[in-house]
């Protein structure tokens, strides 16, 4: 039970500093499918850091990586306004073709580009405070409520002086960040880089805000929930299902078919924020 807990609390943290990330960008009205390529970017660049610069430099550029791939989808849907979903598929796709090149041209074969040596349970603890202090942020700051206020309607906020431009543009700031630490923690977690590690971990924490409703907290909790049932999947992997063995890709799919099915059963009851996705 305590390592099923443990495992928990390990795979979850990706989960809920990407929901965090997408958190910022959302409820600012910046739609978001972009978490992914921007978690998986980080964690290449991390990867490829980790040797010449040690761990905390390794961080550092996987999350500039991300940021970087953050602000260019501000630029894209801010300035040049274009689609919020193209501009998040096109991030996606650079994030995907861009890692694979990347590493297959600069990883040194001599490291195996591993930050093992820093604590995981450093990503684990931060990822249980960002929720908090962004619930705090939104609630009570100067700052977090013209976030929500350029989220739910950006025309009435230009009418109070808000610049919905430069609100944004902070909200995107923070997406780098909380997706770049994303992308760092599971690159820690595994000890080496693949293709596509990610595996729509990125999409499960953009599931896990929708369930939660854009709030940081009942997004915390959505994303615990899908960190257990992948820890639970290992747990159970080779395990036979009253007498029957199950196939591996059976259980590998368990917490994308949870995802899907709590998407199938909430979507259209929580209140989007109105101001997503306009100018």
């Not at 490829?48 to 996987?62: D, E, Q, R, T």
Request: proline share 5%; glycine share 12%; net charge positive.
């Amino acid at each position: 039970m305590f390592e099923l807990l443990t495992l928990t609390i390990v795979l979850s943290a990706p989960l809920i500093l990407g929901a965090m990330g997408g958190f910022t960008s959302e409820r600012s009205g910046v739609i978001n499918i972009g978490l992914e390529g921007m978690m998986l970017m980080s964690a290449c660049v991390t990867a490829l850091a980790a040797a010449k610069f040690g761990p905390v430099g390794a961080v550092g550029l996987g999350i500039a990586s991300a940021t970087v791939l953050s602000l260019l989808h501000w630029l894209a849907t801010q300035v040049y306004r274009i689609d919020h979903v193209i501009s998040g598929m096109a991030i996606n796709a650079i994030g995907a073709g861009g890692t694979n090149f990347l590493y297959g041209k600069l990883s040194d074969p001599s490291h195996n580009g591993s930050i093992s040596h820093v604590p995981v349970a450093l990503f684990s603890w931060l990822a249980f405070f960002v929720p908090v202090i962004l619930w705090a942020y939104a609630r009570w700051t100067r700052g977090g409520l013209r976030m929500l206020a350029v989220g739910s309607d950006p025309d009435k906020a230009r009418l109070m002086g808000v610049q919905p431009l430069r609100v944004r543009f902070f909200g995107l700031l923070a997406t780098g960040l909380f997706t770049g630490l994303a992308g760092s923690q599971l690159l820690a977690y595994t000890g080496n880089f693949t293709d596509n590690m990610t595996a729509g971990r990125g999409y499960i924490a953009l599931a896990a805000l929708i369930l939660g409703g854009w709030r940081p907290v009942p997004a915390f909790l959505a994303c615990l929930a899908f960190g257990f049932f992948s820890a639970l999947r290992i747990q159970l992997q080779g395990t036979a299902l009253m007498g029957a063995q199950l196939p591996s890709e059976a259980w590998a799919s368990l917490p994308y078919l949870v995802t899907i099915i709590a998407l199938a059963g909430f979507l259209g009851k929580n209140r989007t924020p109105a101001g997503l996705g306009k100018p």
